[in-house]
């Protein structure tokens, strides 16, 4: 979900809600990345090194493909099917899993394949994040090598000015040029659907490629390139995903409207005004987008293609920083501090580490390929593959947690995973065509969550293993009570039912306690936010201890200081000059123990050891914690 969703659509909700300003909104964060892939989809399908034929038959043929992909894909399975599959509102393959594995419960060996699938989705989906702003800001500056000569050696580096400048402005948030978002990508609908209109009143022939029987033709006369050709005919279809993702901020209902009486139209439009343009001339090929406007507007259009870029770009940005902080509260990613950019909306976040790991890949992406051409060849192995991931959670999904009838479920599912492998098994290719990057980038970022997520596991395993029990620990205090200081002392601990090493440690060398000791425990649930009501619970001990448990949504920002001010039990007082935080923190020493492989411990302990701490994650105040240190083998 991206920030800039969340600030259009909370801004809007006050007034309509399903009006208008609802539609505007989802057009403007929604559709970026897609409403962009006229830029260069059908570019790469003719000039790709696919060998299509520019021919009638040829043209009509990739049309008819171009058409009933986004019918069968985006408007069937992601907007009439997968957007039903919500988390309380919430979207996007980390909400998608959650589901799945909450269905497959009583399944230990499928969920262990769900995660795996769900890991590898939002690890491809970092790759898409990193092309996207790369291929879409290259693909609209290129427009100036049709408007003046010689000035290609000028491309790389004002779409690096371009790029630069938006990751860094991220730290200011997006919310003073988020309410122009809507405008420009409804004034870029319009544009596309508008040239469309233009190219197909000099061909009107195309139009004959709505009919399937062209798609059908194209396979059984071109037999080897029939399925090679799906690996550009995907490029179309880039942004899918983010109609799931942006669901939680707009609704499924604005979503699918705008899907339907702007986008679509405008999309289908506009291919097909560019194959009318290249009937008319084969020449075309080469850049039929901006090929297809007039003199007169090919510079406007450069500009508006640029701003429309830089939205579908920010939009894909700000996904990132939603989708890792859902992965921090879901156990998968190292602990980071999460900026909220916005006082106002919850969902305008800024993560420092991701913005300035997409900046370099995009950097580094945009002067290796030098092209949106060259970088076609990269996009399309991260989209399938997150596609692919998202049918097999959502087959999950139709038959175990909706129940869905087999003979109903099973023919969709299998109907989407067919043209999913298809797309897929076209893109494969690529991996030695520069398709490896976004490979090797989702596999890295698979090892890190995977490794992340089992060295947790691993750690509290072996703290468990010399943990003291509450109550035998409360009882020996009143044998041999300790010097009592005035205050309340709060000690973190990831177990209720165990006492924490920081309050050991804390007995060990100063022999004193608070008048008051809290022992908190912060629970992420698998729900997007947790009510109120439902935020804490509080257990009394006596002799002035208490069990404190806090739960927070894998949307939320855990603020342990302001949700304990919730706490209205008159034995205790979280005043801030009185209150005083304990936290612990682990070394890891990597051993020949049998847990992880030796590599993976090592960088199990790098990864502990850089991580944001719990102070700055759980907001905790600067001047009021005490950090205490233990080393453990795993």
């Known amino acids: 979900m991206s920030d800039v969703a969340a600030g259009t659509a909370e801004h809007h909700e006050g007034h309509s809600r399903s009006g208008v300003g609802m539609l505007v909104a989802a057009v403007g964060v929604v559709y970026g990345d897609i409403g962009t892939s006229p830029l260069y989809t059908m570019k790469e399908v003719f000039i790709g090194g696919y060998g299509v034929p520019v021919?009638?038959?040829?043209?009509?043929?990739?049309?008819?493909?171009?058409?009933?992909?986004?019918?069968?894909?985006?408007?069937?399975?992601?907007?009439?099917?997968?957007?039903?599959?919500?988390?309380?509102?919430?979207?996007?393959?980390?909400?998608?899993?959650?589901?799945?594995?909450?269905?497959?419960?009583?399944?230990p060996r499928l969920r262990t394949v769900l995660v795996i699938f769900g890991l590898i989705g939002a690890a491809l989906f970092y790759g898409?994040?990193?092309?996207?702003?790369?291929?879409?800001?290259?693909s609209a500056v290129e427009g100036l090598e049709i408007a003046f000569d010689g000035i290609e050696h000028w491309v790389v580096p004002l779409s690096l000015i371009v790029l630069v400048g938006l990751f860094l402005i991220q730290k200011h948030g997006t919310e003073r040029i988020g309410t122009l978002f809507g405008p420009v990508m409804v004034l870029w609908f319009l544009a596309l659907g508008a040239l469309g209109l233009y190219g197909i009143w000099q061909q009107p022939e195309v139009l004959k490629a709505v009919n399937p029987a062209w798609a059908v033709n194209f396979f059984i006369a071109h037999p080897g390139i029939g399925v090679a050709i799906l690996g550009a005919v995907v490029l179309a279809l880039t942004g899918a995903e983010a109609l799931y993702a942006d669901m939680g901020h707009f609704g499924r209902k604005p979503i699918a409207r705008a899907w339907f009486i702007l986008v679509l139209p405008a999309l289908l439009l506009n291919y097909f005004g560019q194959g009318a343009m290249i009937l008319?001339?084969?020449?075309?090929?080469?850049?039929?987008?901006y090929l297809l406007a007039p003199d007169w507007a090919l510079l406007p259009l450069v500009g508006l293609?640029?701003?429309?870029?830089?939205?579908?770009?920010q939009a894909v940005i700000s996904g990132a920083f939603s989708l890792t902080q859902q992965a921090i509260q879901l156990g998968y990613v190292p602990?980071?501090?999460?900026?909220?950019?916005?006082?106002h909306e919850q969902g305008q976040?800024?993560?420092?580490?991701?913005?300035?790991?997409?900046?370099?890949?995009?950097?580094?992406?945009?002067?290796?390929?030098?092209?949106?051409g060259a970088l076609a060849a990269a996009y399309g192995v991260a989209v399938t593959g997150t596609m692919l991931c998202t049918t097999v959670l959502m087959g999950v999904v139709m038959l175990l947690l909706w129940k869905w009838p087999p003979l109903l479920a099973v023919p969709l599912i299998v109907g989407f995973l067919v043209v999913d492998g298809l797309f897929f098994a076209a893109n494969l290719p690529k991996v030695v065509q520069g398709g490896a990057f976004p490979v090797l980038a989702g596999a890295a970022l698979f090892i890190l969550m995977t490794t992340w997520k089992r060295g947790r596991q691993l750690l509290v395993e072996h703290l468990d293993e010399v943990a003291l029990s509450l109550p035998i620990f409360i009882g020996s205090l009143r044998s041999d009570p300790p010097h009592r200081v005035k205050g309340t002392a709060v000690f973190l601990s990831a177990r209720s039912?165990?006492?924490?090493?920081?309050?050991?440690?804390?007995?060990?060398?100063?022999?004193?306690?608070?008048?008051?000791v809290v022992l908190l425990t912060v629970i992420s649930e698998d729900t997007p936010r947790v009510a109120a009501d439902r935020r804490f619970e509080v257990e009394a001990y006596g002799d002035g201890f208490f069990r404190v448990v806090l739960h927070f949504g894998f949307m939320e920002e855990p603020d342990v200081p302001g949700a304990l001010k919730l706490c209205h039990l008159s034995e205790l007082d979280f005043s801030p000059m009185r209150t005083t935080y304990f936290l612990s923190r682990e070394t890891v020493i990597p051993s020949k123990v049998v847990g992880m492989a030796r590599w993976r411990e090592s960088l199990f302990a790098f990864l502990l050891k850089n991580a944001n701490g719990n102070l700055r994650y759980f907001n905790l105040p600067l001047n009021r914690v005490i950090e205490l240190g233990t080393q453990v083998e795993i």
Do not use: C
């Open 305 to 313: 293609a640029t701003m429309a870029t830089v939205i579908a770009s």
């Open 55 to 107: 021919s009638h038959d040829g043209i009509l043929g990739v049309l008819s493909l171009i058409f009933w992909s986004l019918i069968w894909v985006v408007s069937i399975k992601y907007v009439l099917f997968v957007m039903r599959a919500d988390n309380q509102g919430e979207g996007g393959v980390m909400a998608l899993t959650t589901l799945a594995l909450r269905a497959a419960q009583a399944y």
């Open 280 to 289: 008319v001339n084969p020449e075309a090929a080469r850049n039929p987008f």
């Open 349 to 372: 976040i800024y993560i420092a580490a991701v913005n300035w790991a997409l900046m370099i890949a995009v950097v580094l992406l945009v002067i290796g390929f030098e092209s949106s």
């Open 335 to 343: 602990r980071m501090f999460i900026q909220h950019t916005s006082r």
């Open 128 to 138: 898409d994040s990193m092309i996207t702003p790369a291929i879409s800001v290259l």
């Open 497 to 516: 039912d165990a006492v924490p090493h920081a309050l050991l440690h804390n007995m060990l060398h100063n022999q004193v306690l608070h008048e008051q």
